[in-house]
T-cell receptor
């Protein structure tokens, strides 16, 4: 079946612009996660959604980062006023509940 | 603090040789452990998982890992390396809240002919 889908696959933008990254999880998966992968920091957790519960935002690095999940399915990660240190690969994952997470191919974000 | 540590950022083996990638976790990490593989420009693919039960777990592509609580280790092995195994490997544990994976820094495996 279809896996986790992320778009765009690549995004280049200028410093100070806002960006939106999209994640379409596997159908039926109630849990959705965002991670950031960068050379210096490795893989870092950003945010977790589970059903209709309040999200766990403890990994968001600053208030410029936000995410929402509409209708318990598609999620959008928004970065406002982008900075060069935001350049990274943003990975989305989903799972049917606790346990192994299934990852998308990521969005490679480059801030000029 | 919860942490997962992978020993060796780069491991090189010859084709046909044993692959051993090391992972240790802090005792505060719940015993839910995973190995993922990442090929260039792709996401992470689950190789195997340990949750409960048998401590020797088998995964895809001939990989296996053994959970050793006394050593807080979860090392990944494969008896005979293939060229196609060249990739980056990540060990991960579930955080105490069960809301996120804690990843090691990754180990790049190179396989030479």
């Amino acid at each position: 079946g279809a896996g986790v889908s992320q778009s765009p696959s690549n995004k280049v933008t200028e410093k100070g612009k806002d960006v939106e990254l999209r994640c379409d999880p596997i159908s039926g998966h109630t849990a959705l996660y965002w991670y950031r992968q960068s050379l210096g920091q490795g893989l870092e957790f950003l945010i977790y959604f589970q059903g209709n519960s309040a999200p766990d935002k403890s990994g968001l690095p600053s208030d410029r980062f936000s995410a929402e999940r509409t209708g318990g399915s598609v999620s959008t990660l928004t970065i406002q006023r982008t900075q060069q240190e935001d350049s990274a690969v943003y990975l989305c994952a989903s799972s049917p509940g606790p346990g192994p997470q299934h990852f998308g191919d990521g969005t490679r974000l480059s801030i000029l | 603090a919860q942490s997962v540590t992978q020993l060796g950022s780069h491991v090189s083996v010859s084709e046909g040789a044993l692959v051993l990638l090391r992972c240790n976790y802090s005792s505060s990490v719940p015993p839910y452990l995973f190995w993922y593989v990442q090929y260039p420009n792709q996401g992470l693919q689950l190789l195997l998982k340990y949750t409960t039960g048998a401590t020797l777990v088998k995964g895809i592509n001939g990989f296996e890992a053994e959970f050793k609580k006394s050593e807080t280790s979860f090392h990944l092995t494969k008896p005979s390396a293939h060229m196609s195994d060249a990739a980056e490997y990540f060990c991960a544990g579930l955080n105490q809240a069960g809301t996120a994976l804690i990843f090691g820094k990754g180990t790049t495996l190179s396989v030479s002919s």
